[in-house]
């Protein structure tokens, strides 16, 4: 497969914004606000077996989301589903004072993790963290968790939807108390991955069992050579080319083999692969 422009869908949400960001049109007067853009396979559907691994989604928050949880490749499974979801989350601007919560801020049994979710006090009990501008977080399968207002990011997942709801202030809509205090890890959360600089230019924020994510400022003109895993590239500013097609903010692209890859001169671009392991040399300069 050549590389692929992926269609968008943008998900209306109650605690999404209507001016967005660069690469996609705000909200009409009158639309109800957006929370999430997807990056979906034309053709391929989302979630299913043989759908891709992963799903690149934008998010543009203005309230809190849920206190929610994702559950394990193991646990999804036994519910019929054909991955668990763990994710990774790439901060492209945050208003003063956001933050993400990320676990607990202690030990907890999972009967001392129902009981504080039925009655609120949970939210007193995450660790809610000060996150800025470039911050990346990987968060594992069982991570409870929950996003801030004034954030806008971009989310690597496995490709499944699937989340249970622990808390949502108070909303009435659904939670998924059983699920997902069988599918939480309820401890202080402790990063699993250290970012760091391969090459000038090329920075891993996370390497795991489901997925490599990458953040390239490379310049120039080169060629992407996988090791056989699909790549998923998201360009977040700048203007390049890939096999002679134009790339730019506000895009996804998939590519499955190798192909030329011009970064221009202001390129900044999240690369994410399925699987663990990083590709050494998976950008080869011209």
């Keep these: 497969m050549p590389a692929t422009r992926l269609s968008t869908k943008r998900v209306e949400k109650p605690w999404g914004r209507r001016d ?66 763990s994710e990774a989350w790439v901060i492209l601007d945050a208003d003063p004072h ?93 990063a699993p991955y250290k970012p760091h600089e391969l090459s000038p230019g090329r920075e891993i924020l996370a390497d795991g069992p489901a997925f490599v994510l990458e953040r390239w400022t490379e310049k120039g003109a080169g060629r992407l050579a996988g090791d056989g895993r699909p790549l998923w590239l998201v360009p977040i500013a700048g203007k390049g080319t890939i096999d002679g097609q134009d790339i730019a903010a506000g895009e996804a692209w998939l590519v499955d083999g190798d192909a030329a890859l011009d970064l221009g001169t202001d390129m900044d671009m999240v690369v994410a692969y399925p699987r663990g392991g990083v590709v050494e040399g998976l950008w080869q300069p011209a």
């Design 98 to 190: 956001a933050s993400i919560a990320l676990g607990t801020t202690r030990v907890m049994s999972r009967d001392e993790l129902r009981h504080a979710a039925e009655d609120g006090s949970i939210e007193q009990l995450l660790d809610w963290k000060a996150v800025k501008k470039d911050d990346s977080f990987m968060t594992p399968a069982g991570t409870i968790h929950a996003i801030g207002p004034g954030l806008t990011l971009i989310e690597v997942q496995q490709n499944v939807d699937l989340t249970y709801r622990l808390y949502d202030y108070g909303s009435g809509r659904e939670l998924h108390l059983d699920d997902g205090v069988a599918a939480s890890d309820p401890v202080p959360y402790v």
């Design 20 to 85: 967005l960001w660069p690469g996609f049109a705000d909200v009409g007067e009158g639309g109800d606000p957006v929370g999430e853009v997807w990056f979906e396979v034309p053709g391929r559907k989302d979630g299913a077996e043989d759908g891709p691994e992963l799903l690149i989604k934008y998010l543009f928050t203005s309230d809190k989301l849920s206190v929610q949880v994702h559950p394990t490749d193991a646990q999804a499974r036994e519910k019929g589903f054909p991955r668990g979801k």
